[in-house]
């Protein structure tokens, strides 16, 4: 199993190499399968999959947490117009970066006019950096969570988003969020980077460079969003273009096969 984008191409082909995974594949599995779709990226042709691979090779869609939306229970700390909600999804690496600059912003008076942030920075977020946030935010109208589970309902009732994009955080985007800024975690991997641009060009989502990420930058980009009635993730989700079923169709391809073995 894999996820739709793992790291740039020429990342994945010189660990898999070094590893010798590419021909462990090739050589001991019966079937890939992609927690992905063609659409949004043809993981096979990306990653330079051989033919007889590709053949094996299933996109099930996307797999993400299936919350009643109907059902969410607005968060108070997100009740006011404009709101917006930042997630740095687990909160390790980089992330920080990500929810000081937001926090940065709304006291350079850089967002939108009379906006509530709503702060999330992750189970995995450095120790103390939940204090330092508020001691920066102390006076402004900023809500610091030290952890909340799920972050969809927060996402769901938000004027807008900024998240890094991991894959979870990208998939709860697209499940549940209106409009967003995606600022891509850029360490080791490019795989973050790689999937914001990817949405970035399907129209979804703006994809914010770690080297643009500054209180000014972000800001400008919040009011755009903010200022226009379009919602491009409700959009794309209200067109059917987006596919959420790949826990679903996990099961059912696993189940198929073992029927299929247990026939033989």
Known sequence: GLRDISDAPEGVEE???RSGVDQLIEECYDDVVVYGTEACNDTADVYGFSESLTDRTTYLGFVVEDVDVDGLVVPESVSASPNVVVTAGGGDGAAEDLTR???DMVKAGHGPDGMTLTVIPGPLAPAGLVDELRE???VWPVVIHDLVDPTSPFMHAADAVVSTGGYNTSMQLQRYAHRAVVGPRVMHRQEQLMRARRLEELGRVVCLHPDELTPERLGGLLRGLCSVPARPLAEARDSGELDFDGARRLAEFCNER???????
Do not use: F, I, M
């Not at 073992?258 to 033989?264: H, P």
């Open 101 to 103: 600059c937001a926090v």
């Open 136 to 138: 920066r935010s102390a």
């Open 258 to 264: 073992l029927s299929a073995t247990s026939c033989t």
């Open 15 to 17: 660990a898999w190499g």
